[in-house]
C-alpha cells in the first residue's frame, strides 16, 4: 500500500508543476495574431439578431449587464471571430458607450464607433451561411465604458479578444 501511494505522489507532482506553469507558456492565435499574455486575456461572447448593437459578455458571465472596463484600466481589442448565419453580404463595427444594449436597434449612450463615422462604416463580409471569419484588429475601449458591436442584416454570433491593461 505505502509503496502505491508513493507511485501516485511521484505521478501527481510533475501534473501540479506543468499545471502551474502552462498560462505563462500558452498562447493563443486568431487572425494570425499570436496572442501570448494569457494572464491578461479577456474573451467575449457577443450575439446580435439582424441590424442590433449588442454589448460584449464574458465567457460564463451570468450577471446580464454586460462587460464594463473597471476603474484604472483600459481593454484592448486585438481580434475578433466572426460567424454570420445566413450567406451574403454582412457588415460589423464595434464601439463602446456609457450603457450596456443586448440585441438593440438603438446605440449606447454617447456611442463612438471604431471606424469614426457610426454605422455607415463597417468591416464588410461576403460570406456563405456558417462561414467563420478571424479579423485582426486593434481598438482601446477606456475605463467605465462599455464595448459593443453592431451589425447589418444578418444574425451575427461573434468572440473578441482582447487584453486588459493598466492605464
Same mark, same amino acid.
Given at each position: 500500500?505505502?509503496?502505491?501511494?508513493?507511485?501516485?505522489?511521484?505521478?501527481?507532482?510533475?501534473?501540479?508543476?506543468?499545471?502551474?506553469?502552462?498560462?505563462?507558456?500558452?498562447?493563443?492565435?486568431?487572425?494570425?495574431?499570436?496572442?501570448?499574455?494569457?494572464?491578461?486575456?479577456?474573451?467575449?461572447?457577443?450575439?446580435?439578431?439582424?441590424?442590433?448593437?449588442?454589448?460584449?459578455?464574458?465567457?460564463?458571465?451570468?450577471?446580464?449587464?454586460?462587460?464594463?472596463?473597471?476603474?484604472?484600466?483600459?481593454?484592448?481589442?486585438?481580434?475578433?471571430?466572426?460567424?454570420?448565419? %445566413?450567406?451574403?453580404? /454582412?457588415?460589423?463595427? @464595434?464601439?463602446?458607450?456609457?450603457? $450596456? #444594449?443586448? *440585441?438593440? &436597434?438603438?446605440?449606447?449612450?454617447?456611442?463612438?464607433?471604431?471606424?469614426? %463615422?457610426?454605422?455607415? /462604416?463597417?468591416?464588410? @463580409?461576403?460570406?456563405?451561411?456558417? $462561414? #467563420?471569419? *478571424?479579423? &485582426?484588429?486593434?481598438?482601446?475601449?477606456?475605463?467605465?465604458?462599455?464595448?459593443?458591436?453592431?451589425?447589418?442584416?444578418?444574425?451575427?454570433?461573434?468572440?473578441?479578444? $482582447?487584453?486588459? *491593461?493598466?492605464?
Amino acid at each position: 500500500m505505502v509503496y502505491f501511494l508513493s507511485i501516485l505522489l511521484a505521478l501527481l507532482i510533475p501534473i501540479q508543476s506543468v499545471a502551474t506553469y502552462l498560462p505563462e507558456t500558452d498562447s493563443l492565435t486568431v487572425a494570425g495574431r499570436k496572442l501570448t499574455q494569457i494572464s491578461k486575456l479577456k474573451t467575449f461572447g457577443i450575439r446580435t439578431n439582424g441590424t442590433q448593437h449588442s454589448t460584449f459578455r464574458e465567457f460564463n458571465d451570468t450577471s446580464g449587464t454586460g462587460y464594463q472596463v473597471p476603474t484604472g484600466k483600459k481593454l484592448v481589442i486585438l481580434a475578433l471571430r466572426i460567424e454570420v448565419s %445566413s450567406s451574403g453580404t /454582412d457588415g460589423c463595427t @464595434m464601439g463602446y458607450g456609457d450603457t $450596456a #444594449v443586448f *440585441e438593440s &436597434a438603438s446605440a449606447p449612450t454617447s456611442a463612438v464607433y471604431a471606424l469614426n %463615422s457610426g454605422t455607415s /462604416d463597417r468591416f464588410l @463580409m461576403q460570406t456563405p451561411a456558417s $462561414a #467563420v471569419k *478571424e479579423l &485582426a484588429v486593434y481598438f482601446e475601449v477606456p475605463a467605465g465604458k462599455y464595448p459593443f458591436v453592431y451589425c447589418f442584416t444578418n444574425k451575427v454570433f461573434q468572440q473578441a479578444y $482582447a487584453y486588459l *491593461e493598466d492605464v
